[in-house]
Structure formats: structure tokens, C-alpha cells
């Protein structure tokens, strides 16, 4: 509840520390909102596995200016079957999360860079940084798992643009609207 009271108090300064250029964008559907530098798309896919079939929901937005600090801004979701993974099962998050990060490297043929603990509010969750393409790309990720629906939030850019404000003001302005 606290935090909650802390969340709305603190979200003005947020909005004014962002760009002023930056959108709110809101996914109902994804219950999380974020500010992005423009219009999101979604794309959806469905994935088959041993637990069943899973979902998964990404929006993007893509800047292809040469000025842009951020290649893509991505926010990703999907929930998990009930009884096969939840955020209160502490036993599961440590390989849960060591797996997911292994799968982001390997998904890019990169390379790991640091990889640390950072929950989202009581919700077990991790940062990483993979760089790909040979060392010319970063890939900055901050992953949550909510009760049984994961979140990734994404930025890729140049390597050389890995330290950014737009990706601290990216991460910094998602926010989960009902858990």
C-alpha cells in the first residue's frame, strides 16, 4: 500500500525527469505502463512447450535515426501455466532466472557482460547486459516475474551508447498497474 502511495507521489518527477518528447504508453491487457520516445507496436507469439503452450506478448518501438541513443525499446510479457512457475517459489527463481539469462545470450550469440539481482518491489527479479554482433551491439534487459506473468523490459543500441539516459529514464518509468 505504501509503495503504492509512494508510486503516485514520485511519478510526477519521473514524467519531468523524462524527456518531454517521450509518450506514456499503457497496456491493460499487460497491466504495466512505461514512457517511450514513440509510438509502440506489439507483436504475439505463440510458443509450444513442455508445460503447454505459452503466449507472448512484445511491444517495441524502433528508432532508426543515427542520433538515437537506443536502437529498440522493448517491453515483453507472458504468463506462465498455474502450478509450473510463481514468483513465490524461491526455491525455482535462482535456476529459473540463471536459465532465462543463458537463453538471452545464446538467443543472440553474445556474450554476458554482468548479470545482478534487482526486484521490482517484493517480486523476485534480475538485470543483465549481453553484448552481441561481434561486440558492436549492447543488449540491456530487467526481467520480473509477478506472481506467474514474466516481464521483460529491453533497450539495444550501439555498444558505444551502452551508458544512455533514455535507457535509465526506459527502465526507471516502467511501472506494473495491478498485480
Sequence with gaps: MLQNILAIIFLPFLLINADPSWEEFKSFEGRFRVLTPGEMQV???????????????????QDESREAENAMYMVTYCDYPEHTIHSDSTELMLDFFENTIDAAVESVAGELRYAEEL????????????????????????????????????????????????????????AILVE
Design 119 to 174: 526486484n521490482y518491489k517484493e517480486y523476485p527479479g534480475r538485470h543483465w547486459r549481453v553484448d552481441y554482433r561481434a561486440g558492436h551491439a549492447t543488449l540491456k534487459t530487467r526481467a520480473f516475474l509477478v506472481k506467474n506473468r514474466f516481464y521483460t523490459v529491453q533497450t539495444a543500441t550501439e555498444r558505444g551508447r551502452s551508458m544512455n539516459k533514455a535507457t535509465d529514464d526506459f527502465f526507471a518509468s516502467f
Design 43 to 61: 507483436n504475439e507469439r505463440v510458443i509450444h512447450t513442455d508445460i503447454g503452450e505459452i503466449k507472448y506478448v512484445t511491444y517495441y518501438y
